[in-house]
């Protein structure tokens, strides 16, 4: 479904600051509309373990979440897997009623409302117990080859890449 298939987001984005207070999402600063579904991107591929999707029932611990709370509020939840590069578009014009996301990972985070975190999460460094890496501070790693995962940033570790 490409994105102007979308119907316009008639979610009360009011009412979604109670919907979804607790979570890390990125919404929408105004709507049209309020609606009866709340669109939440859960991405093509996922983010394992915030979320998974395998095949055509998503899950994780945000997906869990929101599939909670969304319908205590009295609304349907539809998973939408919108590729990260459409996402705060598609925000915006409110073909999407939100997504997960933190703030730091944001362009332009002045156009969504963030709600608290859902979870806190610390970034750290690992390596094979059997390697001689002497590991005391993130400078031993420079010279050496550090993979991370593709398209995730590192806000807290940007001087070190």
């Known amino acids: 479904m490409t994105p102007s298939q979308y119907p316009a987001s008639r979610f009360s984005h009011n009412r979604v600051s109670a919907l979804l207070a607790g979570l890390c999402f990125a919404l929408p600063l105004q709507a049209a509309e309020p609606s009866d579904t709340f ?5 093509p591929n996922g983010y394992p373990p915030y979320l998974i999707v395998d095949g ?22 539809e998973p939408l897997k919108i590729p990260r590069k459409r996402v705060d578009s598609m925000l915006e014009e409110g073909y999407l009623d939100g997504t997960p996301r933190a703030i ?11 709600t ?5 999460v610390e970034e750290v460094f690992f390596f094979s117990v059997d390697s001689d890496l002497d590991y005391q501070h993130p400078s031993d790693l420079f010279g050496k080859t550090v993979v991370t995962h593709l398209g995730y940033l590192y806000p807290a570790d940007r001087t070190l890449f």
């Open 39 to 43: 669109r939440f991107n859960i991405s």
């Open 56 to 77: 055509e029932e998503p899950s994780g611990i945000m997906w869990d979440v929101v599939e909670l709370i969304v319908p205590r509020m009295g609304y349907g939840l």
């Open 104 to 114: 730091e990972w944001t362009e332009e985070p002045e156009n969504f409302l963030f």
């Open 116 to 120: 608290d975190p859902v979870v806190h």
